[in-house]
């Protein structure tokens, strides 16, 4: 990927999460300044937990323009809530969902470019599409996404699995990037739509004494 792709592509990532943590900070009545904070720490919580693990610049001090994104991105949900108040809990929903398989597909890029393991890759691509989204929602108090039964950290995981797929299949990396983000946008999409579970343990009986 080159470098303004990459670029255009974490733009739109920071600018998805940033709307994401504004509709939920107003579902909320987060007051203020409040709601910018919470969409803030959404947009660059889990890009800046990502620079930090693999000891790059992070990446809103390197470049600022990242934090106009974030902030016009703020700043549009605000006037959109004011002349659209009846926006639902979906849409919020939906920007977390492609705004976490963009953020999943550059923790994995950014990972491979500083030339880590793809096991490595995949797990931080989780990390940079996850931790944004489990700030928001502590900080708005509710259970987080992740932490839910709905398929969440397993759409991200499933979007990992298939760039890697991809990748080494040797494919061309805009079929690995497209490939990875229908995975776990449809995934997240259908968990949202049909209540989609991993169940990954059996139901069982036992019980605390």
């Known amino acids: ?116 393991d793809m096991v490595v890759a995949i797990t931080m691509g989780m990390t940079t599409g996850i931790f944004g989204g489990l700030m928001r929602d502590v900080i708005c108090r509710e259970v987080p996404l992740v932490m839910g039964e709905e398929l969440y950290s397993t759409a991200c995981l499933s979007g990992g699995l298939t760039y890697a797929a991809l990748f080494t299949l040797e494919v061309s990396y805009i079929w690995c990037i497209l490939g990875a983000f229908a995975v776990t946008v449809c995934l997240r999409l259908g968990a949202i739509h049909f209540g989609w579970q991993p169940n990954l343990f059996r139901k069982s009986s036992f019980k605390r004494s």
């Open 1 to 116: 990927m080159t470098s303004e792709y990459f670029h255009f592509l974490s733009i739109i990532g920071v600018a998805f999460f940033a709307i994401s943590g504004t509709l939920l900070g107003h579902e909320k009545s987060v007051g203020g300044f409040g709601v910018v904070v919470v969409a803030t720490v959404t947009a660059l919580g889990g890009g800046t937990l990502r620079d930090i693990l693999l000891n790059k610049p992070v990446f809103w001090i390197a470049q600022p323009d990242y934090l106009y994104a974030t902030y016009i991105a703020i700043f549009a949900s605000i006037l959109s809530i004011r002349h659209l108040p009846d926006l639902s809990n979906t849409t919020m929903l939906l920007m977390d969902a492609v705004g976490m398989a963009i953020f999943n597909i550059i923790g994995i890029e950014k990972a491979l470019i500083g030339g880590a």
